[in-house]
């Protein structure tokens, strides 16, 4: 009888497993689009391609594709995707906090985030500087951030 307890439990520990590795999978992918629901997966691919064109290459070609991957989707402001890319580059020292309309965000959360509709791809300043982002649409980002573990 003991021994049939143990089988089962192993068992149930074995499918439990299974279980939990099956979610992380289905949870962050190989794509580097990790549990974004409700955004096109062809909008995710473009934005990490333009990104890896225009902010990473440039800088380091050691970096591959694969290794570019949007840890944060904010949302679509104006018609523009607000996204925050996992940390390529370490950028050792303090936190400089940068003001954005009223809002003042760190530089290195600010350096990875972007704002990309076709044709288009520039930083969050960027886009508040040439109103293509408003104050009030900052502070709703300001306030995701937040949220998000460090």
Same mark, same amino acid.
């Given at each position: ?44 691919? /473009?934005?990490? /391609?333009?990104?890896?064109? /225009?902010? $990473? ?55 990875? %985030?972007? $704002? ?23 502070? %709703? ?10």
């Amino acid at each position: 009888m003991m021994k049939r307890i143990i089988n089962a439990g192993f068992i149930l520990t074995a499918i439990f497993c299974l279980a939990m590795f099956g979610a992380c999978a289905l949870i962050f992918n190989s794509n580097g689009e990790g549990g974004m629901t409700g955004v096109p997966r062809d909008v995710l691919l /473009q934005i990490r /391609q333009d990104y890896f064109n /225009q902010v $990473v290459r440039p800088v380091d070609d050691s970096v591959n594709f694969r290794q570019v991957r949007i840890e944060k989707h904010f949302g679509v402001f104006n018609g523009f995707h607000v996204v925050m890319f996992e940390v390529i580059f370490v950028m050792p020292g303090m936190c400089v906090f940068v003001e954005i309309g009223d809002v003042e965000i760190c530089a290195h959360e600010l350096n990875r %985030i972007f $704002v990309w509709k076709p044709g288009y791809l520039m930083s969050l300043e960027l886009a508040f500087e040439n109103g293509s982002l408003s104050n009030a649409d900052i502070q %709703i980002i300001a306030s995701f951030m937040r949220h998000l573990p460090h």
